[in-house]
């Protein structure tokens, strides 16, 4: 299985896209403390995710906790009471689609990191990191 910045960010020469999908990678993992999952161990969380919600799928873990990131195109949510999810904010969304160099457009996907209810307090701390980086980090398309 490939690592989120193999299949996502080094699959070719680098360009506006891949450098700033490089530095808001760098910032996510660095403010929630997860790392790539190389395996499917977390499959029963994206087994409970609903099916427009599932898009550029990858398995993330604290160590002990599982967690799966989808990162659909446009902003649509469907909620499912089977698992806990927050949305990442966009300047540290790894993903965001294709570049823009218009500073007032939004990423053309929006980025979810979804666990299973018992963990839902550690999701939350998690999101509280997220945010409170984000108030400093660049726009999502800064290079």
Known sequence: MLSYREKYVDFCKP???????ARRLTLFQEASGLVDLLNDDARYILNLIPKENRDHISFW????????????????????????????PMNLAPYCGRYSTDANEEPWTTSW???????SKKLGSIYGRLKELSRTAPWWNKL
């Open 15 to 21: 360009f506006p896209e891949t450098i700033s999908r």
């Open 61 to 88: 873990t604290d160590g002990k906790t599982e967690f799966v990131l989808t990162e659909p195109y446009g902003p649509r949510f469907t909620s499912s009471k089977a698992v806990c999810c927050i949305k990442i």
């Open 113 to 119: 990191l979804y666990t299973s209810n018992e963990n």
